[in-house]
């Protein structure tokens, strides 16, 4: 079954960029879409068919999908945009989630 | 605005069953393909199943194929979850999530609703 790795955690410093990776084999291949979860709360759409944000998704929030990549890139990382991101795709019309990426802001 | 409000969780001992609902409001749910995801207290988000929007077609995960159903009433605007032969490991916050048509994602997501699978 298809499988999408990303780093279980990633802290950055307030003002910094902060980066998310998410692996899979041939990943450039498909789409890559990104969630972000806060504690108790439900997932929220941040970015999909690699690069496009949401309404209401605020513009530090970027993505790109290469080879066996895809990178989450949020810009001038604010103390609101800790929380859990999970990136996915889909393999065989099946959506797979990545384990989910743990983003200290600190 | 859109709205999906699940119901139905519990407390439920291995072996039983649960049906969960989700009320859908503020789009058009007829024409929308819908899912349920799964997420285990502390884990990650996993995929549970999938329904086309006039209910012809399915597919589960595996791990609850054969025990679970997804259904839909698109003249209620609801969608369904039967889940028979519950395991410990089916405990889970339960969401529903509409799929982006041709987006390849979910763009919204309800609030969630806990079943939990123990004596």
């Known amino acids: 079954s298809y499988e999408l790795t990303q780093p279980p955690s990633v802290s950055v410093s307030p003002g910094q960029t902060a980066s998310i990776t998410c692996s899979g084999d041939?990943?450039?291949?498909?789409?890559a879409c990104w969630y972000q979860q806060k504690p108790g709360q439900s997932p929220v759409l941040v970015l999909y068919?690699?690069?496009k944000r949401p309404s209401g998704i605020p513009e530090r929030f970027s993505g790109s999908n290469s080879g066996n990549t895809a990178t989450l890139t949020i810009s001038g990382t604010q103390a609101m945009d800790e929380a859990d991101y999970y990136c996915?795709?889909?393999?065989?019309?099946?959506?797979?989630f990545g384990g989910g990426t743990k983003l200290t802001v600190l | 605005e859109v709205q999906l409000v699940e119901s139905g969780g519990g407390l439920v001992q291995p072996g039983g069953s649960l049906r969960l609902s989700c009320a859908a409001s503020?789009?058009?749910?007829?024409?929308?393909?819908m899912h349920w995801v799964r997420q285990a207290p502390g884990k990650g988000l996993v995929w549970v199943s999938r329904i086309n929007s006039d209910g012809t077609s399915t597919s589960y995960a595996d791990s609850v194929k054969g025990r679970f159903t997804i259904s839909r009433d698109n003249a209620k605007n609801t969608l369904y979850l039967q889940m028979n032969s519950l395991r410990a490991e089916d405990t889970a916050v339960y969401y529903c999530?509409?799929?982006?048509?041709?987006?390849?994602?979910?763009?919204?997501w309800g609030q969630g609703t806990l079943v939990t699978v123990s004596s």
């Open positions: 068919q690699d690069t």
């Open positions: 503020g789009f058009t749910f007829s024409s929308s393909w």
């Open positions: 041939k990943l450039g291949d498909k789409y």
């Open positions: 999530a509409r799929e982006y048509s041709s987006a390849w994602s979910f763009d919204y």
């Open positions: 996915q795709a889909w393999d065989s019309s099946t959506p797979v």
